[in-house]
C-alpha cells in the first residue's frame, strides 16, 4: 500500500480559468466500497492505496492537482506534528467555556440593570 498526497492547486490558476477556486471530487475504492471526497482549493489529501485511482488520473492530466508519493515516516512525522496543535486547543476551549459559564451567572443582573435603566 503506497500513500499519496493529493493536493489541490486550482487556488493558484488564472482567474480567468473555468475551474478557478473549484472543489475537486476524488473517487476511490476502498474494501469494495466506492467513496468519495472533496477537496476544496489549495488543501491536501493523504490517501493510502495500492494504486492511484483513475479520478485522480484524470484531475492530474487537466493540472488541477499535484500527486506526491509519501513515505511512511514522513508520513508519522505529519501526524506526529499535528498531535500538539490539537493538545493546546483543548485548553483554551475550556477557558472559553468558564467565560461563558461566568457570564451566564451574572445575566439576570445585567438584565435588572438594563430593566432599570429603561424605568427612568
Known amino acids: 500500500m503506497n500513500t499519496y498526497k493529493i493536493t489541490n ?10 475551474k478557478f477556486n473549484s472543489s475537486l471530487n476524488v ?5 469494495m466500497m466506492k467513496k468519495t471526497v472533496a477537496i ?13 485511482p483513475m479520478s ?3 484531475l492530474r492530466v487537466k493540472n488541477l492537482v499535484s500527486v506526491i508519493e509519501v513515505s511512511q515516516s514522513e508520513l508519522e512525522s505529519i501526524k506526529n506534528e499535528k ?6 486547543a483543548a485548553p483554551i476551549i475550556a477557558e472559553v467555556a468558564e467565560v461563558f459559564v461566568a457570564e451566564e451567572t451574572s445575566t439576570e ?12
Open 9 to 18: 492547486i486550482t487556488n493558484t490558476a488564472g482567474k480567468r480559468d473555468f
Open 27 to 31: 473517487e476511490y475504492v476502498d474494501n
Open 40 to 52: 476544496k482549493p489549495g488543501e491536501s489529501l493523504y490517501l493510502t492505496v495500492t494504486s492511484l
Open 56 to 58: 485522480v488520473h484524470k
Open 83 to 88: 498531535k500538539p496543535k490539537v493538545a493546546v
Open 109 to 120: 443582573e445585567i438584565a435588572k440593570k438594563s430593566y432599570k435603566k429603561k424605568k427612568e
